[in-house]
């Protein structure tokens, strides 16, 4: 259950605190993005996330190789791969109906396979006329640019993620397109010396927490300024794939405090971090939110994507309605028709079978780290297959009115909880 707190308080963190290992690391998980079309072999769009960003020509002519590749091998247009892309880096690919994205990042990370999802959809939708174009003006793209900002970057940015000065930011204004933006990014950045708080530069400007948000986004994404992330009370993590095996070592390599991986270790994926730490006694609350905040940049631990953010929506949603069906229908009667309803519904949602009572009315989901955003919709429509036929079963047992009014309170006690995960969502 995830509950409205504030544990950590505000902190004012410098970088002697973070750990000497972690602070080499890379500022950003993701290092290039890029669009292709499947048709021509053009890539219409690509965005450097860092300065040392690899040729998106080099990149792209990879990609087509090894889709046309993987086609041949398999009989079929399958381009969701992933691959080593040079010494330190993954290479992440996505397909669309004739577009394909490509994202180069430190580590795999569901979020980031995601993000990389949404963006291609958005792509496709906008710009159907161009799936069999032979040349492509890059200035219809500004608008788009702005959609994937927003995507990748506005909704990790919390109150407390630091703001660190380039030191080229002044002649790097240039690169924003609006002057008033630079005048804003100009002021802000004036006005603190090299690391700053999203949350204290609000404060000391006088302006709302989500403006400096979209200011500090605009400044990122264009290299005027690099970002600390720091996690958030309600924000939900988990473990990227594979760190756990790093992260857990006797010789613990990226020098971690042995509160943050105690923290670590709690992690599931499914409840926020304030309540994970309610019962814990913390000596060193920045060390271990300057810990996590590096972390999450270099793709060891993740916020949860937008997916599972559904699941754990319909999750609740049937959860709430089992428990208030079982108090008109009893709770054995329940209890046999959510059985029937498993082992019938394997045939459609294989799913299913991980959807299980944890007691007599709760429900949870069996979710593996290791799942794809694919395998989360498969999830999600097992949860909304057993939620409408709970419901028919209700119905049934109950008359109309009654049903209708059981699934409203689920659904509205529901989003209480989880709306505010998805609200900011940009899809």
Known sequence: MIEDKTYFKSVDLTWK??????????????????????????????????????????????????????GELNGEKDSNWKTVYGSDSIL??????WIIGAL???????????????????????????????????????????????????????????????????????????????????????????????ENIARFQRLPIKEVIEIISKAYWQGIVKLQYIPSDDDILALAEKAASIIFQKTNPLALSSTTISVISLLDGQT??????????????????????????????????????????????????????????????????????????????????????????????ILEESMTPVDLDDMCDALEYFIREIMEHLTSSCGNHIADSLIQSARRESNQIWAPYLENVVI
């Open 272 to 365: 926020s971090l304030s309540n994970l730490t309610n019962d814990m006694i913390i000596q060193d609350q920045e060390l271990l939110l300057a810990e996590f905040g590096l972390l999450i940049n270099n793709g060891f631990i993740q916020r949860i994507s937008v997916e599972k953010r559904l699941v754990l929506l319909n999750q609740c949603v049937l959860s709430n309605l089992v428990f208030r069906g079982s108090s008109k229908i009893g709770k054995r009667e329940m209890k046999s028709i959510f059985q029937t309803i498993r082992n019938q519904g394997r045939i459609y949602h294989p799913r299913i079978s991980r959807i299980i009572r944890t007691d007599d009315i709760h429900i949870r989901c």
């Open 92 to 97: 992440l690919v996505e397909g669309g109906d």
């Open 104 to 198: 180069v990042a430190s580590r795999e990370t569901n979020e980031a396979r995601s993000k990389l999802r949404t963006i291609i959809r958005e792509f496709e939708d906008s710009f159907a006329v161009l799936k069999n174009a032979d040349g492509i003006d890059a200035s219809l793209f500004r608008d788009y640019d702005e959609y994937v900002r927003r995507v990748f970057i506005d909704e990790q940015i919390t109150a407390r993620t630091k703001v660190i000065k380039m030191y080229h930011w002044r002649p790097s204004l240039c690169k924003l397109k609006s002057p008033s933006v630079a005048f804003k990014v100009s002021k802000i950045l004036l006005g603190f010396e090299e690391t700053e708080s999203i």
């Open 17 to 70: 605190l973070l750990p000497e290992t972690l602070a080499t690391h890379t500022s950003s998980n993701e290092k290039l993005l890029m669009i292709m079309n499947r048709n021509s072999g053009l890539s219409p769009y690509s965005h450097s996330f860092i300065e040392e960003g690899q040729d998106p020509q080099v990149l792209s002519g990879f990609v087509s190789a090894m889709t046309s590749f993987m």
